[in-house]
């Protein structure tokens, strides 16, 4: 089992920046692909980006939902378990509850069915 908790939630003004962060613990060894959705209310969970080791397993890719692509980055510390999702220029739209994901396979995924563990998500209001 793997165990995400996630951080760096709050409120924050439209233009402004957030950081957030998962640390994962446990199986970690089953974090091969993890990932951030959200919801907003009244909406259904909704893909926000991921990360993924190459075929190669020398670097990472990312992918990322086009309504955040530009504006948000994701990376990972493996040496810590920590997966960071680092958003900036931030819009009232983005309000949301964000959600860690983790998956034990391989290769990019965007659809909530293929991740294995969730955490329970942090908030993140942008005030206009």
């Known amino acids: 089992q793997v165990q995400l908790v996630e951080s760096g939630g709050g409120l924050v003004q439209a233009g402004g920046s957030l950081r957030l962060s998962c640390a994962a613990s446990?199986?970690?060894?089953?974090?091969?692909?993890m990932g951030w959705f959200r919801q907003a209310p009244g909406k259904e969970r909704e893909f926000v980006a991921t990360?993924?080791?190459?075929?190669?397993?020398?670097?990472?890719?990312?992918y990322f939902a086009d309504s955040v692509r530009g504006r948000f980055t994701i990376s990972r510390d493996n040496a810590k378990n920590t997966l960071t999702l680092q958003m900036n220029t931030l819009k009232p739209e983005d309000t949301a509850v964000y959600y860690c994901?983790?998956?034990?396979?391989?290769?990019?995924?965007?659809?909530?069915?293929?991740?294995?563990?969730w955490g329970q998500g942090t908030q993140v209001t942008v005030s206009s």
């Open positions: 994901a983790a998956s034990a396979s391989p290769g990019m995924k965007r659809r909530q069915q293929d991740y294995d563990f």
């Open positions: 446990g199986r970690t060894s089953s974090t091969v692909t």
């Open positions: 990360i993924w080791l190459s075929a190669s397993g020398t670097y990472y890719n990312t």
